[in-house]
């Protein structure tokens, strides 16, 4: 019984020293130009910052373009190899203070790594990204030939590939070309994913650690004009008026006025907005309402811009519609009931609120109203009116004219 609590004893010991150890996790080798990507996990005292930072190539110091953040618990950087020569280098923490198995340490972190004779085919600049906004990134063809490179971002993260609104996308970098590649963020709560970069046997997983984006923290131009969020991506029903509200904002100290709007070309037959120009407070909102109609299934893609003065904005709209909600690709779609609505029957029925999909329909989550029995205001008005003019007549004829034709009280007059 005592050896085995002493073994066990010994394990907590070895588990918890290898649990809070400080580590550099990095690749053993990589090739001439190639972008280094390392995490570092560790209790430490002393928060890293590019001065902790140093880089040898057997016993000398050699400088490369770095940078590095903090990301929860773990610190990210990256290193730009371009210009280096193969030999044997490392990377060293230095300078700072961390606990490994309840002791306090100074002493420096290295880890080794390797360089080839070899050429990447591309690097990228930034190797992390931890920002609430729209961002960036530039890629190298270090190749003297064309190299084909494909981007990914994750289905479920916050962010799309430039204007496209598209989560994937390939593109071809020509020898010795430089491309800069946007990426949209829009609102939401923090996430932390990887951006993907491949072409052949080099692929890079970007850390993208995007924080908690709120209107205030929009990426918008010199003169604070902006849409809340792009792309928007709506589903629609086949052959019904839907309509969708939209926001603009002026997040600038001064009032906007005349703000117009336009509907790109390959938009245009299937959307329109209540308003051509408005006018907008300062440090305030408007509210758009558009109208969508398709009687076929068919999807479109395209802008809605606003314009005033020398500025202007965008936002990219994502429109599918579909006869049947069950067509829309989500697997995590609920059915009607779950969201707490029914099916409207749309021969004999009408939803009072825009229907949502669902996995079984188009689910109403409001009142499904008879069509025969609909109450038409427009007709209520005019019948009320009518009345009240017949009325009237009757009242005017009763009180002018049945008045005037009363009989003669021959008793009344006078004799002479």
């Known amino acids: 019984m005592k050896k085995i609590l002493f073994i066990s004893f010994l394990f907590l010991i070895f588990f918890n020293n290898f649990s809070t150890a400080a580590e550099i996790n990095i690749k053993s080798e990589y090739t001439q130009g190639e972008t280094l990507i390392a995490k570092i996990s560790g209790d430490f005292i002393t928060s890293l910052s590019k001065s902790n930072i140093f880089f040898y190539k057997g016993h000398t110091k050699v400088s490369f373009e770095y940078d590095i953040t ?19 280098y490392s990377l060293s923490l230095e300078n700072l203070k961390y606990n490994t198995g309840g002791i306090v340490s100074e002493e420096s972190l290295v880890k080794n790594f390797s360089i080839t004779n070899q050429t990447t085919k591309f690097s990228v600049k930034p190797g992390w990204i931890n920002t609430a906004e729209d961002f960036s990134l530039s890629l190298k063809n270090l190749k003297d030939f064309p190299i084909d490179i494909t981007i990914s971002v994750p289905e ?24 800069r590649i946007n990426f949209l963020v829009t609102l939401g709560d923090p996430i932390f994913q990887n951006i993907t970069l491949s072409s052949g046997d080099l692929t890079y997983n970007i850390p993208l650690y995007l924080q908690k984006t709120i209107l205030s923290s929009i990426n918008t131009d010199v003169h604070s004009l902006g849409f809340q969020s792009s792309p928007l991506i709506i589903v629609v029903p086949t052959d019904s008026d839907y309509k969708q509200i939209i926001y603009l904002y002026n ?6 006025e ?7 070309e390959e938009l245009s ?3 329109s907005l209540d308003k051509k120009k408005v006018d907008i407070m300062s440090n305030s909102n408007t509210s758009l309402e558009l109208l969508l109609y398709s009687p076929e299934e068919k999807e479109v893609e395209g802008y809605i811009y606003a314009d005033v003065d020398d500025v202007s904005t965008a936002i990219f709209l994502d429109v599918q519609f579909l006869e049947n909600s069950s067509d829309i690709k989500s697997s995590s779609i609920k059915n009607c009931s779950e969201l707490g609505g029914v099916i409207c029957n749309t021969e004999t029925n009408r939803c009072n609120v825009n229907p949502i999909p669902a996995s079984d329909g188009w689910c109403c989550i409001g009142i499904c109203e008879n069509k ?45």
């Not at 903090?70 to 044997?88: H, V």
């Not at 479920?156 to 491309?179: H, N, V």
């Not at 005017?396 to 009280?409: A, G, I, L, T």
């Open 156 to 179: 479920s993260t916050r962010t799309y590939i430039d204007s496209t609104g598209k989560k994937e996308i390939s593109l071809t970098l020509g020898p010795g070309e430089t491309e």
């Open 70 to 88: 903090k990301i929860g618990y773990d610190y990210y950087m990256y290193a730009i190899l371009t210009g280096k020569s193969e030999g044997n």
């Open 372 to 416: 025969d029995s609909e109450f038409n205001f427009g007709k209520f008005i005019a019948i009320i009116l009518i009345l009240s003019l017949i009325g009237f007549a009757f009242w005017f004829y009763f009180k002018k004219y049945k008045r005037s034709k009363k009989p003669v009280d021959l008793l009344k007059i006078p004799k002479h």
């Open 258 to 264: 005349d703000v117009s709007f336009t509907i790109s």
């Open 269 to 271: 037959s299937y959307a």
């Open 251 to 256: 997040l600038n100290d001064s009032d906007m």
